[in-house]
């Protein structure tokens, strides 16, 4: 049971402009968490946002939470090619569902 | 270096042949879990647990056992491997304040593949 679901499933754009990801859910959570993948690699933790936390900065990310649509974004802003990657966000505290992830391709 | 390590990270067998993959975490977290990766499907997971001697399945147990008899290992073993068990596994920890999971550390992955 997919509870985190990302869209777009696949987005390029150029270097220097700005990627936006979105991931909704099903049920209410305590927190919802973005991580990063390098292809087939392990995934890397990028922001964790509690579900009394609107919007939260990291850097380059920003990610935003709306409990009341069950909606979350991850802002990367002025993209580069390390940045291509899969993302994906992932809900719950014991049992964790993963979406299936935005792939995000950075052209030059 | 605080790190999820497995091994193995590539392994080919053959069906039936009981297989265990290690997962070790040196950074003393109570959480630990194994996901299985495949193409169109994300992460799913498989096994959980909460603490030593505390485990409890994921969304895609069958075919899959753990135990977590020390705190820092979190071996993920296949009695009978069968071929839709090929895929790419990883384990991750985390630390629980609250009850509550926190960020995961996941492991490098293992790339299983089972003829």
């Known amino acids: 049971s997919q509870q985190g679901e990302e869209d777009p499933q696949a987005l390029s754009i150029q270097e220097g402009e700005n990627a936006t990801m979105n991931c909704s859910y099903k049920t209410s959570i305590n927190n919802l968490q973005w991580y990063r993948q390098n292809s087939g690699r392990g995934l890397v933790h990028l922001i964790l946002?509690?579900?009394?936390?609107r919007e939260k900065h990291s850097g380059r990310l920003r990610v935003t939470l709306d409990t009341s649509k069950k909606s979350s974004s991850l802002l990367i802003t002025a993209s580069r090619a390390a940045d291509t990657a899969s993302y994906f966000c992932a809900t719950g505290d014991d049992k964790i569902i993963f979406g299936k992830g935005t792939r995000l391709h950075i052209l030059p | 270096e605080a790190q999820v390590t497995q091994n193995p990270r590539y392994l080919i067998t053959v069906t039936g042949k009981k297989l265990t993959v290690t997962c070790s975490q040196n950074?003393?977290?109570?959480?630990m879990s194994w996901y299985r990766q495949d193409p169109g499907l994300g992460l799913r997971q498989i096994y959980y647990s909460m603490n030593v001697e505390v485990t409890d399945k994921g969304d895609v147990p069958e075919g899959y056992k753990v135990s977590r008899k020390e705190k820092r290992n979190f071996p993920l073993i296949l009695e009978s491997p069968s071929p839709n068990q090929t895929s790419l596994y990883f384990c991750a920890s985390s630390l629980r304040t609250s009850g509550r999971t926190n960020t995961q550390y996941f492991g490098p992955g293992t790339r299983l593949t089972v003829l």
């Open positions: 946002i509690r579900s009394n936390e």
């Open positions: 950074m003393n977290h109570e959480y």
